[in-house]
């Protein structure tokens, strides 16, 4: 139980700091950032070759993805188990679960030369596409 409470905490924190629109993208200072973004619920992420079918269907986006050398990793270190608890815990209590499938969705960007400026140059462009919901 402390566990789900945890999780729960954790979901209200980070999208409370999250951008909650597009368009809001902007970096502080000259400190080093991580760009962490939020694809829409209805972009199934269970597949784990969907960016590279999303490369092969737009253009755009590889050229973006092979101009920037970016790879996708999972934002949140949540396991599969712990993610589908949630779930079911979610269902019972919420009657939907998609504050859990949101986390799914959570995922950190690395770019090659990684400044502040190809970072911000990135999520702008990312912000491009009716895919993500927030980048943050």
């Not at 829409?40 to 992420?45: D, F, M, S, T, W």
Request: aromatic fraction near 12%; glycine fraction near 4%; avoid cysteine.
């Amino acid at each position: 139980m402390k566990k789900n409470l945890l999780y729960l905490f954790i979901i209200i924190v980070s999208t409370s700091f999250a951008q909650q629109r597009k368009g809001q993208l902007y970096l502080t200072s000259d400190s080093k950032h991580d760009l962490f973004v939020s694809f829409g619920l209805n972009v199934p992420l269970y597949s784990t070759s969907f960016f590279q079918e999303l490369k092969e269907s737009n253009p755009d986006f590889k050229v973006l993805v092979e101009e920037y050398g970016i790879e996708f990793q999972k934002g949140i270190t949540i396991s599969e188990n712990t993610l589908n608890t949630m779930e079911e815990n979610a269902k019972q209590l919420h009657g939907n679960y998609d504050a859990v499938r949101k986390l799914r969705n959570i995922f950190k960007i690395k770019i090659e030369n990684p400044t502040n400026s190809r970072l911000l140059e990135v999520g702008m462009a990312l912000e491009k596409w009716m895919l993500l919901n927030t980048v943050v």
